[in-house]
């Protein structure tokens, strides 16, 4: 990730967190956003995968614009890149977790209105593309413990070894 696609991803959040904070700052408002990111964070977990292959791609796309942004609002070229990060590693039970997740998201999305599909999705892209920094992924170290541990519950609801 260089430092001009990482403005990119920035702009995008600074955006979602200031509509949200102008509106009523209700938990509600900020779901769409935040379950994007949380998925984005997610997805750069997904390596080999077609939710890798999203997170790699959207890193790639914000690097061009923000490179060419940067560019042409100041002049400045080559400004270099950002330490790599990496949010963690799934285990199977949670890639199939992560999974079940996209499904559901899916289904939230069509039937979300066009102001909240805009916000999941910038939600997706700044999660998979913030992730690639150092010190995003730390902040988000979190959430691959929670598709695990989600993972690891659903597969001892199915072998039946606790009851709901």
Known sequence: MTIAGAVVSVAILIINLRSWWKGNRELKAAVPFGGGLITGAAWTMCLGGLFGWFATQAVEASNKVGDKAVSAATGAKGGGGLAQGSVGALTYPGACAVLVAAVIGVIVWKAAGKTDKKRMIG????????CATAGFAQLMQWVPDLYNAMGDAGVAVLNGTVTL
Do not use: K, R, S, Y
């Not at 939600?123 to 593309?129: I, S």
């Open 123 to 130: 939600g997706v892209f700044a999660g998979a593309t913030l």
